[in-house]
């Protein structure tokens, strides 16, 4: 694949307090594996790092994490612990000197970059034996009991979500791989929410937002919102969701 997307595409301003109390936080074992296989843990870079899901787990295996994300908005997001820099910078353009990072890692967001911009960046900027790791996850299941209220809302989302999203449902399949590819291990992105927090995940997602703009303010998930508590009962409950998960795993070669 040459390119995943044009320059930055804003998907993601307008939903950011949203996104940022509402999105998934990854598995510890995630972070564990990417600490291993990098050659040292001095400085990891996060590209595309929102408001900081992904950053926190890194924080606490490397010793300074560089998170970057083109949306000031989203970094205003932001929050991790003091070895952690945010920055308002693209993927594509990275401020870190040549061949200074541990490990690149990106999660959930590789989908908006310029590709072939972006791996030259990790190519300039990791180490030799550096490792790059990408993640995303795929949508949302719920229990049986809310199957049918999530898909009425997913399908009617659905034509608002723009073209990049096709390949996280393909699990960034056919990407053009910069490296030679690294085993990862299988990892379950699993949470326990109440019913406000789904309902505040959906309302994070940059279809819905679209969906409101194009339906003059019309709210689909405002819109669900009674037939999502008749099927939950006690929103107050916390009840299991879960994404399929998906890694990629390239080292540099030393």
Known sequence: ???????????????????????????????????????ATALA???????????????????????????????????????????????????????????VCVAQALHWFDLPAFFGECARVLKPGGVLVAWGYQDIEVPAALAAVN??????????????????????????WPFPAIRAPGFELRAQWTLPRLLGYFSSYSATQRYRDVRGGEDPVAALAPAFADAWGDPGTLRDVRWPMFVHARRKPA
């Open 1 to 39: 694949m040459a390119s995943a997307v044009a320059p930055f595409a804003d998907h993601f301003s307008a939903v950011a307090a949203d996104y940022a109390g509402a999105r998934p936080e990854y598995p510890d074992a995630l972070f564990a594996w990417i600490a291993s296989a990098a050659p």
């Open 151 to 176: 898909d009425t809302l997913q399908a009617a989302i659905r034509p608002c979500w723009p073209a990049q999203r096709t390949l996280v449902d393909q699990a960034y399949a056919g990407f053009d």
């Open 45 to 103: 870079w996060e590209a595309g790092c929102g408001s900081g899901q992904a950053t926190r787990g890194l924080a606490r295996q490397f010793a300074r994490v560089h998170a970057t994300d083109p949306s000031a908005a989203q970094v205003a997001q932001a929050r991790g612990p003091a070895n952690v820099a945010f920055l308002v910078e693209p993927g594509e353009r990275c401020s870190l000197p040549d061949a200074s990072a541990d490990a």
